[in-house]
């Protein structure tokens, strides 16, 4: 039975909205809704059975949502821009589809509409999508094609299944490229996730509630503790007495720190923040792609590439790393504004009590320790001198708050300071081995510089300990994991589903989504096959060719040999019993012949062979005879048993 | 279709053997892609520079699983026409200017799902085929004599429609196709009743005639018991009785103008020969060497005679 076109047309259709379906979380909603009101009228006209409209119309018609576009966007290329104009364009295309040729050219818009959700985004559902959307493409393929309706989705879902082993053999040894053709339209960071490029009370504090993922990190061999999790970001070292940001550092470049024994070895996946990647305090040595600069970071070698990045890091979890600092260093990272005057004078006070540095620095922690500040993610608002107001008057306020009292009060008692921003702790998931920092565990602390080190001093530790060496939910009622819709915490196999969730996004961005051509190089080199070349990518493919590729080619044109019923499998048994027997048989001998040709079989034999013969005879011909018959079943077996012996040479039936 | 393409099936067509039957297989079958398959190739290489540009992983796999799809359709689209076994019935001898109806037997395992279309090489369209069976192909002859099966095309582009796979076949059936009757006022000769050209027309009857080998059906009264104690074989007595005479029509190729070209001549001696059965007439018919004597009611051979007229090796 072929199927009816018109069933195709919808295929068609639907299989164009559901592939575009993801983009409703990326674009100004009325976009996609045209498009599935634009097929949604298509698909009207067919089941109707209408006349399209003229192409002026269409014409027309199309320069209201292109203008609206522009004006919400106000671009028509780059990614958003791009995208919704070809959604538009591919709608209005609808309206001019008459024959199979115009169907098809549909068709395989769909199969380049597909391609667009990735764009932004390509975690594991996405996948998942794609995969829903290539299945209903190629079934609507099928059915233009004119096959069977009830057949068709077998006939596509077998069709991809065939053609994936090609597919995932080109995914492996098709030679990526280290950049991109033409320079990469600026994608927009989403303010949930990202570190912002400077300290203000609630910067940190607005992402603290989320638990979007930041970056994952997999450790080599040692695994680190919980409390040596610093992910150093972004260092701010100038004040204008309620915001830090980065001032232009006359630093001495990277301070190559000496490996020592025990450094842990580790890759981390990150997008950059702003350029900078997070790496455990402190670096000693940094991989490719990435390079070590000024304040102990790490930096993307192409900065402005803001695209997910994974990275090779060795680090020495340490408090402290040395640094030489100039004169006009200190001055720099002495800086005080003139607000915050009661702090200022807190600082200058220690400053006059204690000579020793080191006293003076323990002298400010133990009275920040009794200052009974409060760790609460919703501290009063702020104005004017945030810092007085904060260290007393409210003395309520998180990591920031702390970070940034603290560091203005080593700078007032004349300890050159600065503030640290990244991530501390994580969640490490068993299954996959790795850890996963979230933008809840977005942190700041200060470093005070001390006898010619950086000293790291976490005012958050000293108020709030558990912070640090239990998760921020457990603190922060905010930042807790909750069941999405029920609201409540989870229970416990909710934990068990949840890590095994992660694991397998870990694995899917490990391997999928970051296999770029350091990745590729590095599985060529595993697999021996050296660089990533002409010669070693031919190799690749004629292996997996042969092994993966040949095999099915070589199954799907085998063809059977027609399937012999019993009493022909029985007939050309008998017959070469016979001729083993020494018996001069022939396939297209007939009953009455073998009889003749067996006379020399012992006498039993015969006649075991003539009541087999006139069986066959008589259910072979009789009236209504089919070869379905069950007793040729029997009839077969009783074939099989019939072992003539060899007959002697000299008595052998001539020809 | 293009010049191109015309000297390419031309040539493909030349090197083919006429076959009484045949079964495709790989040096029968050819495969291209279709213009959807090249398109979606289009679509595929779009696909990869753009992920090739914005590093998107999952762009890779939609991309090549594009371009897997076509490269497995080759494979499919030679599923559909490998192992069909084709032959052509015997066609039913026709008129020339009418459709001749060539059938058509289309073979394959059962239980596999194909979909093909089958036509003229020189046609677009065809009949479409899903399961195996007999097609009746209508060609249209233009000229009397005997026309040989054109070759013909066997396609599918199914289940993807992106590769097309198709096979040309040069058969071996010919059909027979009779002048067009073209009316003949002139009265045609009459010989005389009982000529000497009369066949006698065996007819059962009381005189014996001859012996014939005995069947079963005939019955042990018919034995001929001598010839049996004689020869050892069983044969059968016959009787026979001369047929009741009757009008005798004559149909000359001399008959006409000399001027006449055959094929008018011919023509004419169809419409005669069909007028005299019509009349119930014995029929006597000379061409230029040969002389057919067809009895009433026995047109074919007298139709096939003209058809075959000069015809040595039509194609």
């Given amino acids: ?655 | 279709m293009s010049r191109w393409r015309k000297a390419a099936s031309s040539w493909l067509l030349r090197r083919l053997p006429r076959q009484q039957q045949l079964v495709l297989g790989q040096s029968r079958i050819y495969l291209l892609p279709t213009t959807f398959g090249w398109g979606l190739l289009l679509v595929a290489w779009a696909v990869w520079i753009g992920a090739l540009n914005y590093a998107v992983s999952l762009a890779y796999v939609l991309s090549f699983w594009i371009v897997s799809l076509v490269l497995i359709a080759v494979v499919l689209a030679y599923r559909q026409l490998a192992g069909l076994a084709i032959r052509c019935g015997a066609p039913d001898d026709v008129v020339a200017g009418s459709h001749a109806l060539f059938p058509l037997q289309l073979q394959w395992p059962e239980g596999e799902s194909r979909l093909l279309r089958l036509g003229w090489h020189d046609e677009a369209g065809g009949v479409v085929l899903d399961r195996p069976g007999e097609v009746l192909l209508p060609r249209l002859t233009l000229q009397r004599g005997q026309m040989t099966i054109p070759p013909l095309r066997v396609y599918s582009e199914s289940p993807l429609g992106l590769v097309r796979a198709f096979a040309y076949l040069r058969l071996q059936t010919q059909v027979c196709v009779y002048p067009l009757p073209c009316a003949d006022e002139r009265a045609a000769a009459s010989l005389p009743d009982g000529g000497q050209l009369r066949e006698q027309q065996p007819v059962p009857g009381e005189l014996f005639s001859h012996l014939v080998a005995w069947q079963p059906e005939l019955g042990a009264r018919r034995i001929a018991w001598k010839a049996y104690a004689r020869r050892g074989v069983l044969l059968a007595r016959r009787f026979e009785e001369p047929q009741a005479a009757r009008a005798t029509c004559l149909l000359e190729w001399s008959a006409y103008p000399a001027e006449m070209a055959a094929e008018a001549r011919l023509s004419r001696l169809c419409w005669q020969l069909l007028a005299a059965a019509r009349r119930g007439e014995d029929v006597v018919l000379r061409l230029p060497q040969q002389e057919l004597r067809l009895t009433a009611g026995e047109v074919r051979p007298g139709l096939r005679a003209l058809a075959g007229f000069g015809v040595r090796d039509a194609q």
């Avoid at chain 1, 979007?212 to 503790?225: M, S």
């Avoid at chain 1, 133990?366 to 009974?372: D, E, K, R, S």
């Avoid at chain 1, 081995?433 to 010619?452: C, M, N, P």
């Avoid at chain 1, 199954?555 to 019993?566: F, K, N, Q, T, V």
């Fill in chain 1, 1 to 655: 039975m072929r199927s009816e076109p018109r069933l195709a047309h919808f295929a068609v259709l639907a299989a164009l909205a559901l592939t575009v379906l993801p983009l409703f979380l990326q674009l100004p909603p009325w976009v996609p809704l045209l498009f599935a009101l634009q097929l949604g009228g298509r698909a009207w006209l067919a089941w109707q059975g209408r006349q399209l409209p003229h192409r002026v119309w269409l014409l027309l018609a199309m320069i209201v949502p292109v203008l609206l576009l522009w004006l919400s966007l106000r671009t028509l290329v780059g990614r958003e821009g791009g995208v919704a104009l070809l959604l538009l364009l591919t709608g209005f295309k609808a309206f001019e589809t008459v024959t199979l040729r115009d169907w098809r050219v549909l068709l395989g818009l769909g199969f380049f509409l597909a391609a667009t959700p990735l764009l932004f985004d390509q975690s594991l559902p996405s996948a998942l999508w794609l995969l829903l959307s290539l299945f209903v493409l190629t079934w609507a393929m099928v059915l233009l094609a004119g096959v069977d309706s009830a057949a068709s989705p077998r006939a596509a879902a077998l069709a991809l299944l065939y053609a994936m082993p090609l597919m995932l053999l080109l995914f492996v040894a098709m030679p990526r490229l280290p950049g991109p053709l033409w320079s990469m339209p600026t994608m927009d960071q989403r303010a949930t996730s990202g570190l912002s490029d400077s300290l203000a009370p609630g910067s940190i504090g607005q992402m603290i509630p989320s638990r979007e993922p930041a970056f994952t990190a997999q450790f080599r061999g040692r695994q680190p503790v919980r409390e040596q999790l610093y992910w150093r970001v972004m260092v701010f070292d100038r004040f204008d007495g309620a915001r830090w940001t980065a001032g232009s550092v006359p630093d001495s470049g990277a301070a190559l720190l000496p490996g020592v024994a025990g450094e842990l070895s580790y890759s981390i996946t990150a997008t950059p923040f702003k350029g900078a990647l997070p790496v455990l305090e402190h670096a000693v040595w940094a991989g490719e792609g990435v390079q070590q600069v000024a304040a102990q970071l790490v930096r993307r070698i192409d900065a402005r590439n803001e695209a997910r990045l994974r990275y090779d890091v060795r680090s020495v979890a340490q408090a402290a790393y040395p640094a030489a600092l100039s004169a006009e260093q200190r001055d720099h990272y002495l800086q005080l504004p003139a607000a915050n005057l009661r702090t200022r004078q807190q600082g200058e006070f220690f400053a006059r009590q204690f000579r020793d540095e080191a006293g003076r620095l323990a002298a400010l922690r133990a009275w920040l320790q009794q200052q009974g500040l409060r760790y609460t993610l919703s501290p009063p608002l702020l104005q004017g001198d945030v810092v007085d107001d904060f260290l007393f008057s409210s003395r309520q306020g998180f990591c920031e708050h702390f970070a940034s009292a603290f560091a203005t009060l080593a700078r007032a008692a004349g300890l050159p300071a600065r503030i640290v921003v990244g991530f501390q702790g994580g969640e490490f998931n068993a299954g996959g081995q790795f850890w996963l920092v979230r933008s809840s565990d977005a942190h700041a602390w200060t470093e005070v510089w001390l006898q010619g080190r950086w000293q790291r001093v976490d005012p958050t530790a000293l108020v709030a300990p558990s912070r640090i060496v239990s998760e921020v939910g457990e603190l922060v009622p905010e930042a807790q994991a909750v069941v999405p819709v029920l609201g409540r915490r989870p229970p416990q196999w909710w934990h068990t589903v949840h890590a095994q969730w992660q694991r397998a996004g870990f694995v899917w961005q490990q391997w999928v989504v970051d296999y770029d051509a350091r990745r590729q190089q590095s599985l060529f080199q595993r697999l021996g096959l050296g660089r990533v070349g002409v010669g070693s990518v031919m190799t690749l493919l004629l292996l997996g060719g042969v092994l993966l590729v040949l095999p099915l080619l070589l199954w799907l044109l085998w063809r059977r040999p027609p399937a012999r019923s019993y009493p022909v499998r029985g007939w050309l048994l008998l017959v070469s019993r016979l001729q083993q027997a020494g018996v001069a048989a022939v396939a297209s001998d007939t009953p009455a012949q073998l009889r003749d040709k067996a006379v020399l079989l012992a006498p039993v034999l015969q006649q075991q062979l003539a009541r087999l013969l006139a069986d066959w005879q008589q259910w072979r011909y009789a009236e209504g005879a089919t070869d379905a018959d069950p007793r040729w079943r029997g009839w077969w077996w009783q074939v099989r048993r019939f072992r003539p012996p060899r007959l002697a040479a000299k008595k052998r039936t001539g020809r």
